[in-house]
């Protein structure tokens, strides 16, 4: 089967602080996605990657970053939190022309 | 660009009764449609999905959604809810340009299921 691991699901941040969110795939998959979720809205996308060292903004980047040095991994930074960006992220990846697979998901609080 | 319209945020259901979870998009180009469920605390798990041929698809746990051109819809249905299929649905719809890499998501539909 196919493994999104996002190693933090749920964390509790202050106004100000830099914020990482960890994301591994398993499967060699070249592309990785990183979706915010909230309530009425739905899934958003904030960043994604096509390679390694390779990102493009997605529907919602501003406030974000994301690196990803190898692989297998995507992480996405927020340089400075703010409390509207409390909300459940979400890691997906995909090998080009398949099905994307999510993981379980990051709350996030920013108070 | 594309949108997806999931126009009723809940659904609420008896067991065993039918249901069905609306879906409609918007696309200028032809397009991929898909259905993702979330499990309370989970990430999203593919339910179904419409590439090409034909327009009825089906799930292995007895959901199935219909492609339908000259609507643009891909409304999800199953003729007996379980109480385990409680969950959230999303549709998605992502062009043939981009492939599958690329999803834009509705709103997402909340199907509550009480015995």
């Known amino acids: 089967d196919v493994k999104v691991t996002q190693s933090s699901r749920y964390l509790v941040k202050r106004t100000g602080e830099k914020v990482f969110l960890e994301c591994v795939q398993d499967?060699?998959?070249?592309?990785m996605f990183w979706y915010r979720q909230d309530p009425g809205l739905g899934l958003r996308l904030i960043y994604f990657?096509?390679?390694?060292?390779?990102?493009e903004k997605g529907d919602i980047p501003e406030g974000y970053s994301v690196s990803r040095e190898k692989k297998e991994r995507f992480s996405l930074i927020l340089e400075s939190a703010s409390t509207n960006q409390t909300s459940m992220y979400l890691c997906?990846?995909?090998?080009?022309?398949?099905?994307?697979?999510f993981g379980e998901g990051s709350w996030l609080t920013v108070v | 660009a594309q949108s997806v319209t999931q126009l009723d945020s809940q659904v609420p259901v008896f067991e065993e009764a039918p249901v069905e979870l609306r879906c409609n998009y918007s696309?200028?180009?032809?397009?991929?449609l898909f259905w993702y469920v979330q499990y309370p605390n989970q990430g999203l798990q593919l339910l179904l999905k419409?590439?090409?041929?034909?327009?009825l698809v089906e799930s292995i746990n007895g959901f199935e959604a219909e492609f339908n051109k000259s609507q643009t819809s891909f409304h999800l249905r199953k003729p007996s809810v379980h109480i385990s299929d409680t969950a959230e649905y999303f549709c998605?719809?992502?062009?043939?340009?981009?492939?599958?890499?690329?999803?834009?998501f509705g709103t997402g539909t909340r199907l509550l299921v009480s015995p």
């Open positions: 419409y590439l090409s041929g034909s327009t």
């Open positions: 990657s096509y390679d390694v060292k390779m990102k």
């Open positions: 499967m060699d998959h070249e592309n």
């Open positions: 997906a990846s995909t090998t080009t022309g398949n099905t994307i697979y």
């Open positions: 998605a719809v992502s062009d043939h340009g981009t492939g599958f890499q690329k999803l834009v």
């Open positions: 696309s200028s180009v032809s397009v991929y």
